[in-house]
């Protein structure tokens, strides 16, 4: 069985970063070997929430791992806590990156123009450093224009305003550059993305569902990952987990009992796992 590790925290209510990341990943079949960066009571857009920091466990746990030769096909980062651990993480590529090893940074950071709680620019720079070290990088467009230190243009921003971000972030250094929550020319809401060695863009989108939710740039990058390691191509890999947040948001919006703070990704795991059928 496929490993894949995942670096984020856990927010124990508020399905973000791991208690999405575990499920979507084990649910594509792949072993998922999780580094928790903090435990938070919620993610940070509850009010009063407790964060205990686990930057001190990381080391300790990227040595031991070390000594016991694991073996990765995948890294993926999502939300990190602070500086020092943007730079343990990075640790954790050099030692365990090897020819086959996809490296996935979703910089999770900020959203309608604005960082989360705790974090600064130069936080978003050192975030745009890690993207350098990236095969893929899967920002959301707040995200690429803090990176880049760039006036952010709006979540409407139109297709060419969209391209000439990509492109910009494509020079920090990843093979592939995706700008996620898009809404495209065609009425749809999907990503645009840059191949720097093909010189390549490329899009996709799927129904444009008028609901604002929070965690779906992981439930978009867990299920990236999960596919990406079963084999599907990068672009497969994009459509099919852009088609399952699609699915998820749906699904939210329909339910007279949704949540909030979150989407109702567990009720369409059964079409992701579906879509992984090959
Ligand atoms: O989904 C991103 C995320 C992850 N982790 C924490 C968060 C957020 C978004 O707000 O607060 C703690």
């Known amino acids: 069985m496929k490993k894949v590790m995942s670096i984020q925290d856990i927010s124990c209510i508020g399905k973000c970063s791991l208690t999405v990341a575990l499920p979507i990943i084990s ?22 929430f407790t964060f205990r920091d686990l930057t001190d466990d990381m080391e300790p746990i990227r040595d031991h791992w070390k000594s016991q030769g694991f073996k ?10 602070s500086e020092r651990q943007i730079n343990i993480v990075q640790s ?14 979703d910089p999770a950071m900020a959203d309608g123009g604005e960082l989360y709680c705790g974090f600064d620019e130069h936080f ?7 993207c350098g070290k990236a095969d ?27 391209k000439a ?12 550059s995706v700008i996620t929550g898009v809404n495209l020319s065609d009425g749809t809401f999907g990503f ?3 191949d720097s060695e093909k010189k390549e863009f490329f899009k996709y989108g799927t129904e444009r569902i008028p609901m604002k939710s929070h965690g779906t740039g992981d439930v978009f990058a867990s299920a990236f990952t999960g596919a990406l390691a079963n084999e599907f191509s990068v672009y497969d890999a994009l459509c099919i987990a852009a088609d399952y947040t699609s699915r998820c948001i749906k699904n939210t919006y329909n ?24």
Do not use: C, Q, W
């Open 27 to 48: 649910a594509a079949g792949i072993e998922t070997a999780i580094v928790p960066t903090a435990v938070l009571s919620t993610h940070t857009h509850f009010k009063g």
């Open 72 to 81: 990765f096909s995948a890294i993926y980062t999502g939300y990190l806590g």
């Open 92 to 105: 954790f590529f050099d030692t365990f990156k090897e020819e086959d090893t996809m490296i996935i940074v």
């Open 124 to 130: 978003a720079k050192e975030m745009g450093k890690l």
């Open 136 to 162: 893929i990088i899967l920002p959301n467009i707040s995200e690429a224009a803090l990176m880049l230190g760039e006036e952010y243009p709006g979540e409407e921003a139109d297709e060419e305003t969209i």
């Open 165 to 176: 971000l990509v492109l910009k972030l494509s020079a920090l250094g990843a093979k592939l």
């Open 192 to 194: 645009i993305g840059y």
């Open 255 to 278: 339910d007279p009992d949704k949540v909030d703070y979150a989407v109702n990704f567990e009720l369409e795991l059964p079409y992701y796992i579906s879509r992984l059928k090959k």
